[in-house]
């Protein structure tokens, strides 16, 4: 398909047919990346990965649930409690 840069603004656009746009999953406003390559412009959904929390906690079983485990930090030495440190 042929089309036609025009200019929006300070930029310029290419307009993405619904076709196109509905089998790459984008709406209005979805997020994108563009990039070059080979002298071409290619445009992705970015499907940066978002987590839900209760959905990730609902995963977690007995089994696969790890030990507590401790690390120093800032003002609390190993060893002792929260409290103890302030």
């Not at 929006?8 to 746009?21: D, E, K, Q």
């Not at 906690?57 to 649930?65: G, H, P, Q, R, Y």
């Amino acid at each position: 398909m042929k089309s036609r840069v025009q200019k929006w603004g300070n930029s310029l656009a290419v307009r993405i047919p619904r076709t196109f746009a509905d089998e790459m999953g984008v709406g209005n406003n979805a997020p994108v990346e563009m990039i070059l390559e080979e002298g071409a412009l290619v445009v992705r959904p970015d499907k940066e990965q978002t987590w839900d929390l209760d959905a990730l906690l609902a995963k977690v079983t007995d089994e696969n649930i790890h030990a507590e485990w401790e690390t120093e930090g800032e003002g609390v030495k190993a060893g002792e409690s929260e409290q103890e440190s302030r």
